[in-house]
């Protein structure tokens, strides 16, 4: 297996855990460099045993890589990204793949002139549980999907929201935390039509949201609400639910629920509440079935299928077109907000 030689632009806290998933990884990888802003990153590239670079642009010209991983703040993805490709090296990018769509577009073009795939990493796809509820949904285990009701609410700590860049609207919970949900929505219910929302910044008062409250329209016809939050104390959100993140307790408590015509399904833990073969209607009792699934090393997975796409030997689990239309989506909350009228996304 040809060795694939990776570098890492962005050494912040995602980009740690990309680095520790590069150091877990089956795939005949090697960690070559790293680029960052910051001068402190240097001590991680030191630990590393790799070069620094204080630039992408230097460690591009300097190296031989096949990949980069790019986990900047999402307002930085568009510059490393376009220099990557241009470089012609294949590229893993942080979700939200970039803040606008026409960023967003640009990329999609740069990939293609240059012919190297560009991945996105909403990293929950790797994930069985959503393969799973993709099935049940889109196979007519539920009968006819009807509605969703899901929310992410969880209270960050105060110093999070210290550095000045977290105030701004690009580091708000919806295009930090919605687009993974939006995402998983997309995957497993099917595209986004129409969205109306509304937004408050009455907690903090930055120009981020401090929660926000929206109604989805599916193509398929089916209704979605949703709200969240990153100033809210809950037990309900995908991190709490699965125990993804060590540093957040697991509650185990169910964050999303999907409702048809002959049963309904809570997500992530997935626990399916039928009829047991009786006619599906409200003077019949419901049973509950629990769908135990391991929780899979996402981050881990997501190296070995990047260093798959570069060998060719796989296509992008979420590419930058299918990964645009999660942000088309996302951003749409935050024009509907902002407009007080529904959006057609």
């Keep these: 297996m040809t060795m694939v030689k990776l570098g890492l632009i962005g050494a912040g806290v995602i980009g740690r855990r990309h680095l520790s998933a590069i150091e877990r990884s089956t795939a005949d990888v090697q960690l070559v460099g790293i680029a960052d802003a910051t001068p402190a990153a240097a001590s991680l590239a030191a630990e590393a045993g790799v070069p620094f670079y204080a630039d992408a642009a230097h460690m591009l010209a300097e190296l031989a890589l096949d990949g980069v991983v790019v986990a900047t703040p999402t307002e930085h993805h568009v510059q490393p990204t376009l220099q990557a490709l241009d470089a012609g090296v294949h590229v893993l990018v942080e979700k939200p793949i970039t803040p606008s769509v026409e960023q967003a577009e640009a990329i999609i073009d740069a990939a293609k002139l240059n012919d190297r795939h560009v991945l996105v990493g909403h990293h929950r796809r790797y994930y069985q549980q959503l393969g799973k509820a993709r099935e049940l949904v889109q196979d007519g285990s539920l009968g006819t999907l009807l509605s969703v009701s899901g929310q992410w609410n969880m209270r960050k700590h105060d110093s999070y929201f210290e550095p000045a860049w977290r105030h701004k609207w690009e580091a708000g919970p919806v295009l930090t935390n919605l687009i ?26 930055f120009e981020k949201e401090d929660v926000a409250a929206l109604i989805l329209r599916f193509t398929s016809g089916a209704l979605g609400t949703f709200i969240l939050s990153d100033q809210a104390t809950s037990p309900w959100s995908w991190e709490y639910a699965t125990g993804e993140t060590s540093f957040f307790p697991k509650t185990g408590q169910n964050a999303v629920r999907f409702m048809g015509t002959e049963a309904a399904l809570e997500f992530p833990n997935l626990v399916l509440w039928h009829h047991n073969g009786e006619q599906a209607d409200w003077n019949h009792a419901l049973h509950q079935r629990s769908i135990p699934m391991a929780l899979a090393d996402a981050f881990k997975a997501q190296i070995d299928h990047f260093c798959d796409v570069i060998r060719g030997e796989a296509t992008p689990l979420i590419s930058a077109g299918d990964a645009t239309d999660s942000l088309r989506a996302t951003l749409a909350v935050l024009q509907a907000a902002k407009s007080g009228q529904r959006v057609l996304v």
């Design 180 to 205: 993974h949900d939006m995402d998983a929505l997309r995957f497993i219910c099917g595209d986004v039509e129409a969205i109306s929302a509304e937004t408050s910044h009455a907690c903090r008062g």
